[in-house]
């Protein structure tokens, strides 16, 4: 095994990590946009997979496995927040922080602690339960819960687990949430359905009477 710092190339992988996220931080800030930054923590993983699977030099089946599931999973993940973010545009998250120097770098900084210390475990909670899919469900339901093509492939396609559509709008409410992820914080129904409602009473205000456009 080789090693440069440390025995398990921890210290090795921490100089790797402020590297590329100061790397993408400059560019970032910089452009004065946010294309890179998710792409940033999840190459972050494939580098340091690979990176640690190299220097061990103990070519296992199991360490095989292990790094090509990382490999596969990052560059996924990376490139499919690399391809969402050109297709929107921007992300809303930083509209307060393109032009705030300090506060884009604290982002970075939390990016790059997460890359190289924290676990997947606290990175698939963030996912389902805070800034990935609820904010993604709760935007699509805010545009299009009125529309019944989209409730209809809300209902039958699963949010996590690929399964296909058929069996998937079978399936009962409590079982898609238990195996599948399907969370109740996911339905956005009654939100969705209160924005519109308040908006069409503000519309119905907004228009004169018929004794005032006839005075």
Same mark, same amino acid.
């Given at each position: 095994?080789?090693?440069?710092?440390?025995? *398990?190339?921890?210290?090795?992988? +921490?100089?790797?990590?402020?590297?590329?996220?100061?790397?993408f931080?400059?560019?970032?800030?910089?452009?004065?946009?946010?294309?890179?930054?998710?792409?940033? $923590?999840?190459?972050?993983?494939?580098?340091?997979a690979?990176?640690?699977f190299?220097?061990?030099?103990t070519?296992?089946?199991r360490?095989i496995?292990?790094?090509?599931?990382?490999?596969? *999973?990052?560059?996924?993940?990376?490139?499919?927040?690399?391809?969402?973010?050109?297709?929107?545009?921007?992300?809303?998250?930083?509209d307060?922080?393109?032009?705030n120097?300090?506060?884009?770098?604290g982002?970075?900084?939390?990016? $790059?602690? *997460?890359?190289? @210390?924290?676990?997947?475990?606290?990175?698939?909670a963030?996912?389902?339960?805070?800034?990935g899919?609820?904010?993604l469900?709760?935007?699509?339901?805010?545009?299009?819960?009125?529309n019944?093509?989209? @409730?209809?492939?809300?209902?039958?396609?699963?949010?996590?687990i690929?399964?296909? /559509? +058929?069996?998937?709008?079978?399936? /009962?409410h409590?079982?898609?949430?238990?195996?599948?992820?399907?969370?109740?914080?996911?339905?956005?129904?009654?939100?969705?359905?209160?924005?519109?409602?308040?908006?069409?009473?503000?519309?119905?205000?907004?228009? /004169?009477?018929?004794?005032?456009?006839?005075?």
């Amino acid at each position: 095994m080789t090693y440069i710092i440390d025995e *398990w190339n921890l210290a090795l992988c +921490a100089i790797v990590t402020v590297a590329m996220q100061f790397t993408f931080f400059l560019i970032a800030c910089t452009c004065k946009f946010d294309k890179v930054t998710d792409f940033a $923590g999840g190459t972050n993983f494939v580098v340091l997979a690979v990176l640690s699977f190299f220097m061990a030099q103990t070519y296992a089946t199991r360490q095989i496995m292990v790094t090509v599931c990382i490999v596969v *999973w990052g560059i996924r993940l990376s490139g499919y927040l690399l391809y969402r973010i050109i297709k929107i545009g921007e992300d809303k998250r930083f509209d307060d922080k393109r032009e705030n120097c300090l506060a884009f770098a604290g982002f970075w900084t939390f990016q $790059g602690e *997460w890359a190289a @210390v924290l676990s997947p475990i606290f990175i698939s909670a963030i996912l389902l339960f805070l800034s990935g899919i609820p904010l993604l469900e709760k935007k699509a339901d805010e545009r299009y819960y009125t529309n019944e093509a989209y @409730v209809a492939y809300k209902n039958r396609t699963s949010v996590l687990i690929p399964l296909p /559509p +058929a069996c998937y709008g079978c399936l /009962p409410h409590p079982l898609k949430c238990l195996f599948c992820c399907e969370f109740p914080l996911y339905d956005n129904k009654g939100d969705a359905s209160e924005k519109i409602t308040i908006t069409k009473d503000l519309e119905g205000e907004s228009k /004169p009477s018929e004794g005032a456009e006839r005075v």
